[in-house]
């Protein structure tokens, strides 16, 4: 790289993009034009050599278009802890920045990476717009590794269970994530966390990995380049990443298998809470049920919903959508890949079993 004093923020912007074979932003994700470590310190470098000539009350545009992928790359190797800008702007000796000017930078930084700004609540959330193009905050793969390990594995069983119920998924997720630090409080790390459970995923199953082989290997041979798909840092932190790679592709991969036998045939599992309030019902169902019918029929829909009828009463508990054809004389109901329903019933029954316990 350059020397940053020799260059102006322009000179410094364009050779930045002429080592991606760019020659303009192409709209990609920020962390996906991959700082190296050098880079990410000598851009620190420049913006703290470069800000003392800015109009504090209107910063140039190519010092902003700088700024705004220094501080998604701060996010992505240096955050640890509190949902604030202060961090980034003590990193460049920037003492007082005006919000209206700080907003700006943003507005026209992210403008120029061709990057929205994301909305919280009807406003703008710049800091928000900001640490979600950076990606997961490495940082904190390096100081517990194996509890985020944990918290990805929990998410992946999690995501495989629930994935066609999304706002139930977000919910048990976001309860997952409250021992993390602040950042996973907000709805873009949600985001984040499951794009990364689904890369996973995908991964693992396009690229058959398995867990008695090292899918590292197995994708190093397969593709130089698929860590660049990943929101992590790949320089100096590859082998933090890759260990922590690694344990995900091998768990997600027993996870799948251990779906995928669940997916074999229509099953139901039984656990009584341990308040004793409540009996908790999950049901699997195969990828398709077939039922037979005894006189000619013809569908009116191809798309219909799947109930479960228990008790004495027959009471009717919905499972889920499913997408039906006629094959000689039965009706095939195929059901989303992955799926799984818990039901829970209260009782005055478990209150007496409770007082005798």
Same mark, same amino acid.
């Given at each position: 790289?350059?020397?940053?004093?020799?260059?102006?923020?322009?000179?410094?912007?364009?050779?930045?993009?002429?080592?991606?074979?760019?020659?303009?932003?192409?709209?990609?994700?920020?962390?996906?034009?991959?700082?190296?470590?050098?880079?990410?310190?000598?851009?620190?470098?420049?913006?703290?050599?470069?800000?003392?000539?800015?109009?504090?009350?209107?910063?140039?545009?190519?010092?902003?278009?700088?700024?705004?992928?220094?501080?998604?790359?701060?996010?992505?190797?240096?955050?640890?802890?509190?949902?604030?800008?202060?961090?980034?702007?003590?990193?460049?000796?920037?003492?007082?920045?005006?919000?209206?000017?700080?907003?700006?930078?943003?507005?026209?930084?992210?403008?120029?990476?061709?990057?929205?700004?994301?909305?919280?609540?009807?406003?703008?959330?710049?800091?928000?717009?900001?640490?979600?193009?950076?990606?997961?905050?490495?940082?904190?793969?390096?100081?517990?590794?194996?509890?985020?390990?944990?918290?990805?594995?929990?998410?992946?069983? @999690?995501? %495989? &269970?629930?994935?066609?119920? !999304?706002? +139930?998924?977000?919910?048990?997720? $976001?309860?997952?994530?409250?021992?993390? /630090?602040?950042?996973?409080?907000?709805?873009?790390?949600?985001? @984040?966390? %499951? &794009?990364?459970?689904?890369? !996973?995923? +995908?991964?693992?199953?396009?690229? $058959?990995?398995?867990?008695?082989?090292? /899918?590292?290997?197995?994708?190093?041979?397969?593709?130089?380049?698929?860590?660049?798909?990943?929101?992590?840092? !790949?320089? +100096?932190?590859?082998?933090?990443?890759?260990?922590?790679?690694?344990?995900?592709?091998?768990?997600?991969?027993?996870?799948?298998?251990?779906?995928?036998?669940?997916?074999?045939?229509?099953?139901?599992?039984?656990?009584?809470?341990?308040?004793?309030?409540?009996?908790?019902?999950?049901?699997?169902?195969?990828?398709?049920?077939?039922?037979?019918?005894?006189?000619?029929?013809?569908?009116?829909?191809?798309?219909?919903?799947?109930?479960?009828?228990?008790?004495?009463?027959?009471?009717?508990?919905?499972?889920?959508?499913?997408?039906?054809?006629?094959?000689?004389?039965?009706?095939?109901?195929?059901?989303?890949?992955?799926?799984?329903?818990?039901?829970?019933?209260?009782?005055?029954?478990?209150?007496?079993?409770?007082?005798?316990?």
């Amino acid at each position: 790289m350059m020397c940053s004093l020799n260059f102006s923020p322009r000179q410094y912007l364009a050779q930045i993009l002429t080592t991606r074979g760019l020659t303009s932003a192409d709209a990609r994700v920020l962390y996906q034009y991959q700082l190296s470590f050098a880079e990410f310190k000598e851009m620190e470098n420049f913006l703290k050599k470069s800000f003392p000539f800015q109009n504090i009350n209107r910063i140039g545009d190519e010092w902003a278009k700088l700024f705004t992928l220094y501080a998604a790359e701060w996010f992505r190797r240096e955050y640890t802890a509190k949902w604030t800008w202060d961090p980034i702007l003590t990193a460049l000796n920037i003492v007082d920045l005006p919000v209206n000017t700080r907003n700006d930078v943003v507005i026209k930084g992210l403008r120029f990476w061709k990057r929205p700004i994301i909305k919280y609540s009807k406003a703008n959330n710049y800091l928000g717009s900001i640490f979600k193009e950076g990606g997961f905050p490495s940082r904190l793969l390096k100081e517990d590794g194996n509890r985020y390990i944990a918290i990805f594995q929990k998410v992946t069983s @999690l995501y %495989l &269970d629930n994935k066609s119920h !999304i706002d +139930e998924l977000r919910a048990e997720v $976001q309860q997952e994530l409250k021992t993390l /630090p602040q950042a996973f409080e907000h709805d873009e790390t949600l985001t @984040l966390v %499951l &794009d990364i459970v689904k890369l !996973i995923i +995908e991964k693992v199953e396009n690229c $058959q990995l398995s867990a008695q082989q090292d /899918p590292i290997a197995t994708l190093d041979q397969q593709s130089k380049h698929w860590r660049n798909e990943f929101p992590l840092p !790949i320089d +100096e932190n590859q082998t933090i990443v890759d260990d922590f790679l690694r344990n995900l592709f091998k768990s997600t991969s027993e996870e799948i298998s251990k779906h995928h036998q669940l997916r074999q045939a229509l099953k139901c599992s039984h656990s009584l809470s341990g308040s004793f309030e409540y009996l908790s019902s999950t049901i699997y169902l195969p990828e398709e049920i077939c039922f037979t019918i005894d006189n000619d029929v013809e569908l009116l829909r191809t798309r219909g919903h799947l109930v479960i009828k228990e008790g004495l009463n027959h009471k009717s508990q919905f499972l889920c959508v499913a997408y039906l054809s006629l094959q000689n004389n039965k009706v095939i109901a195929e059901i989303n890949r992955g799926f799984s329903k818990d039901i829970q019933r209260w009782s005055h029954m478990f209150e007496q079993l409770k007082a005798y316990l």
